[in-house]
């Protein structure tokens, strides 16, 4: 075989003149052969097609690239005796899942934006199309370790979400995760639980339940093949996937060495909305997202509304404005309102000459102003004194 020195070509241009499933096959070895977010193997999928490269990874006649060695082909060598990607592709799809791979009308573009680091497939299983569902998506993730408050915030905001037809987008974990999938289920909602190991496989144990419920009523995704496992390291290069999935990710909750701080990074690095909900200054799940907020690296957001006025459609999705009751004395106007002011509650009361004093009026206009303010039952008049009335 020729050494492969083809020039650099835009990516999937190589793929579209490749035979399609002989381009998903070899995109299902590459899945095993590579970890998630591979940037060594990404640029080389830009140059040539996915089966061209796994056999020049077999042959060792990879093209030359900046930061390849020998050790680095070895360990890509050393992971493919024994890969059967058929057996891969129908251990998904006996799960009723597919491998969705770039080219595919199911894959979401805006995966592109990861560059040389996009996920090489996808495996799903699920109902719904992943590139419709993620065009209206929003991911909501935190703390693992979550309180209460977190729980119920993070449930509230997916649950307001799916009711407004937003599809909710998070890891499955424990805590803010776990209670953005719930509470988008609750109300008959659309969810994604971007994983950290195959399809297959319900991590944590905990939310094995949840997991499957997922799989029937909303989506199960990840990079990772079939039977595979998660690690430390997978978990961090999951987030990135869910920040670039969505148009907008929500930190509930986040301690400042939390996970889920990656996630609202990478959605801010990809010109993704990044938002955070502020919790007590007294708790340490809550101070990562403090920072982000103090930093300007997100925006402070209460409720579904605010999520929605930010990544929604300009001039639909405004939030409402706020404001406090508006009281009748709120519409006095400025002269009678200082006129009131003066008036004293005691049950003396204050003459004429006090009140002008007081007020900084003549004696003729505050007088009018009294005898307004007594129709408007806010005073009352006992011989030459005046006071004011005790309103409940």
Request: proline share 7%; net charge neutral.
């Amino acid at each position: 075989m020729n050494r492969l020195t083809c020039d650099p070509q835009p990516p999937d241009r190589a793929a579209a003149v490749a035979d399609p499933e002989e381009e998903r096959l070899a995109r299902a070895v590459l899945n095993r052969v590579s970890e998630p977010g591979d940037a060594m193997v990404g640029r080389w999928l830009g140059r040539l097609p996915a089966a061209a490269l796994v056999r020049a990874i077999r042959d060792g006649t990879v093209p030359d690239h900046p930061g390849l060695d020998a050790t680095r082909l070895a360990g890509y060598q050393a992971r493919l005796p024994g890969l059967d990607p058929a057996d891969d592709l129908k251990r998904v799809q006996d799960a009723g899942g597919r491998f969705i791979i770039p080219g595919d009308t199911e894959w979401p573009s805006q995966l592109d934006d990861l560059g040389d680091g996009r996920p090489v497939g996808l495996w799903a299983t699920g109902t719904g199309s992943l590139r419709l569902l993620a065009l209206r998506s929003v991911s909501v993730v935190g703390s693992r370790a979550c309180t209460a408050y977190g729980a119920h915030v993070a449930g509230e905001f997916a649950a307001q979400l799916a009711e407004r037809g937003w599809v909710v987008v998070s890891g499955a974990a424990y805590g803010i995760d776990a209670a953005a999938h719930r509470g988008a289920l609750a109300v008959g909602g659309m969810t994604i639980a971007v994983l950290a190991c195959g399809v297959d496989v319900a991590y944590p144990k905990g939310n094995a339940a949840l997991i499957r419920r997922i799989g029937v009523q909303g989506l199960l995704v990840s990079e990772l093949p079939p039977g595979e496992h998660p690690n430390r390291f997978r978990f961090v290069l999951r987030n990135r996937v869910i920040a670039a999935l969505t148009r907008g990710t929500v930190v509930v909750e986040a301690a400042v060495r939390s996970g889920a701080l990656s996630t609202a990074r990478r959605a801010r690095d990809l010109n993704r909305h990044t938002m955070g909900v502020a919790g007590p200054v007294t708790s340490e799940l809550s101070a990562g997202v403090h920072a982000l907020i103090r930093s300007g690296a997100a925006t402070l957001v209460t409720d579904a509304d605010e999520v929605t006025e930010l990544i929604g459609s300009i001039g639909e999705d405004l939030a409402p404005q706020r404001a406090g009751p508006v009281l009748p004395r709120d519409l006095l106007e400025p002269a009678v309102a200082r006129v009131l002011e003066a008036v004293p509650a005691t049950a003396e009361g204050a003459p004429i000459e006090r009140l002008a004093r007081q007020s900084g009026l003549p004696p003729d206009e505050v007088l009018q102003k009294l005898y307004e303010l007594g129709s408007l039952g806010y005073v009352e008049r006992h011989g030459a004194h005046w006071r004011a009335v005790r309103r409940r």
